[in-house]
Every structure is written in C-alpha cells, then in structure tokens.
C-alpha cells in the first residue's frame, strides 16, 4: 500500500537523522531493550528515547513492555516491518493525499 502524504513526511523525516537511521539498522538484526540498545548506539537513554518515540510515531518501530525473570519492567523496540518505494509515481499520488497548500486554496 503506497503511504498517504502525511504518512510519507513523517517517515521520511523520521529517517533524516544519522542517529534514527542508525537506530534503526541496529534494530533490524531483533527487537532489543533502552538500556542495551542505548550502549549499542552511544548515545544516552533520554537522548534515545525521545529518538525512539520519533520513530515509533512514524510507525517504523513499535515497543513492548515486558517484565524480567526478576520482575523488572523492560522496554523492548523492533522494527514494524516496512517496505519503502520512492518513484517519482509513488510520491504524486502521496502528494495527492495532502491538504492545499494556502496558495492551492480558491
């Protein structure tokens, strides 16, 4: 199914940001936990959090949360399985799905 366009801007700007990308190729080899995936990456748990709820609201990730063998709450993410097609076709018929602009408006 071809994305709306404003479902075609949030993945897009989801994904324009070097640690987001590199989040989410981190995520693609299995779900994985805050904590661990924040060691992973370099970068501290807030920083990643407010990355993961980017990416989560552009529906490209979704997360669990899951109790340990020792009663422990834990955030695990993984990769909502997506395929992306960028055609010149692909992004008009998104366009068609925005709101005017107000210069289209009559």
Same mark, same amino acid.
């Given at each position: 199914?071809?994305?709306? /366009?404003?479902? *075609?801007?949030? $993945?897009?700007?989801?994904?324009?940001?070097?640690?987001? %990308?590199?989040?989410?190729?981190? %995520?693609? /080899?299995?779900?994985?936990?805050?904590?661990?995936?924040?060691?992973?990456? /370099?970068?501290?748990?807030?920083? %990643?959090? $407010?990355?993961?709820?980017? *990416?989560?609201?552009?529906?490209?990730?979704? /997360?669990?949360?899951?109790?340990?063998?020792?009663?422990?709450?834990?955030?695990?993410?993984?990769?909502?399985?997506?395929?992306?097609? %960028?055609?010149?076709?692909?992004?008009?018929?998104?366009?068609?799905?925005?709101?005017?602009?107000?210069?289209?408006?009559?």
């Amino acid at each position: 199914m071809t994305p709306t /366009g404003d479902e *075609l801007l949030a $993945m897009l700007s989801a994904l324009a940001n070097p640690l987001r %990308l590199r989040i989410v190729a981190q %995520l693609a /080899g299995g779900r994985d936990y805050v904590s661990h995936l924040a060691r992973e990456i /370099g970068i501290s748990r807030p920083l %990643l959090h $407010m990355h993961l709820q980017r *990416l989560e609201a552009a529906g490209l990730i979704v /997360g669990s949360l899951e109790l340990s063998d020792d009663g422990k709450a834990m955030k695990y993410y993984e990769v909502v399985d997506f395929d992306l097609h %960028l055609t010149a076709s692909a992004l008009a018929e998104a366009v068609r799905t925005l709101p005017p602009t107000d210069q289209e408006k009559p």
